[in-house]
C-alpha cells in the first residue's frame, strides 16, 4: 500500500510539473504571435531594403531630342563649323552709266515729244490747217507801185503759191512747189519771202518750207512778167 502511495503521489507530483511547463510554454508573451490565416503579410519596401546591398546611385537626365553623351574615351572631338561667308557682290559701274543714259534716252524723247507738240501747237495758231499764209510785196508785175498778194498753201503735202498781180484775182498766178513727204508732212508752214538772187535788180521769190528753200526767178516769160523756177547757178546770191 505504501508503495502504491508513493508511486501515486509521485505521479501527481510529475503531472503538477509537466502542468507547470505546459503553462509556461503555453506564455503567449514567450511566443511571436503569428497573424491569422486569412490575411497575408507581404514585406514591404523598407524590409526588403533591408536585405538589399546598397550600391552608389546614378542619376541620369535624358532629354528629348538629345542624345545620351558617350563616355569621355568615347567622344570625338566634332570640327569646327566652317561657314562659308561670300563677298557682298557690289554693283558694277557700268549699271549705273547704263541706267544714266537710258534716263537721258527717255528725257530726250520726252523733251522732243513736248517740243514737237508746242511746235504743232504755234503753227495751228499761226497758219491753221490747211496751213496757209499770206503776204503783199512790190514786185512789179503790175505796176511799180501796185502790191502784188500772195497766197502760200500747204494742200496735203503740196506745196503752192497763188499771185494775184496787183491785187487782181482775175489774173490769179499758181506756182507748184515741190511735194512735202514724211511723217507730218501736212503740217509744215509754206511761207515766201522776196529777195534779189540774181542780182538783175528785181525781187526774186524763195518759197521756204521748213528747212528745205526753193527759188522763184522774177523773169518775163512769153511777155508776161511772172515768176518761174530757178536754174542751176542762178541761186548764187541766196
Do not use: C
Amino acid at each position: 500500500m505504501r508503495e502504491q502511495r508513493a508511486s501515486h503521489h509521485q505521479q501527481q507530483q510529475r503531472r503538477s510539473l509537466h502542468a507547470d511547463t505546459y503553462e509556461q510554454e503555453e506564455d503567449d508573451s514567450l511566443y511571436e504571435v503569428r497573424p491569422p490565416s486569412s490575411v497575408r503579410r507581404y514585406p514591404t519596401t523598407s524590409d526588403q531594403q533591408r536585405h538589399v546591398t546598397r550600391r552608389p546611385r546614378y542619376d541620369v537626365e535624358v532629354h528629348r531630342g538629345y542624345t545620351i553623351p558617350r563616355r569621355a574615351s568615347q567622344q570625338q572631338t566634332p570640327p569646327p563649323e566652317t561657314r562659308t561667308t561670300h563677298p557682298q557682290q557690289s554693283t558694277h559701274w557700268l549699271f549705273y552709266v547704263g541706267v544714266a543714259m537710258l534716263v537721258m534716252l527717255l528725257g530726250w524723247l520726252l523733251v522732243n515729244a513736248i517740243l514737237s507738240w508746242w511746235q504743232i501747237t504755234q503753227d495751228d495758231w499761226h497758219y491753221g490747217r490747211p496751213r496757209t499764209y499770206q503776204t503783199d510785196a512790190r514786185v512789179g508785175h503790175s505796176d511799180s507801185s501796185t502790191l502784188s498778194h500772195f497766197l502760200a498753201l500747204n494742200l496735203h503735202g503740196h506745196s503752192e503759191v497763188i499771185e494775184f498781180p496787183g491785187g487782181d484775182a482775175t489774173r490769179a498766178k499758181v506756182y507748184l512747189g515741190p511735194v512735202l513727204s514724211g511723217p507730218g508732212a501736212d503740217l509744215v508752214p509754206v511761207t515766201v519771202s522776196f529777195k534779189d538772187v540774181t542780182g538783175d535788180g528785181k525781187p526774186d521769190m524763195v518759197l521756204q518750207m521748213g528747212e528745205q528753200t526753193v527759188v522763184f526767178v522774177n523773169d518775163t516769160v512769153d511777155g508776161v512778167a511772172q515768176f518761174r523756177p530757178a536754174r542751176a547757178g542762178e541761186t548764187s546770191g541766196l
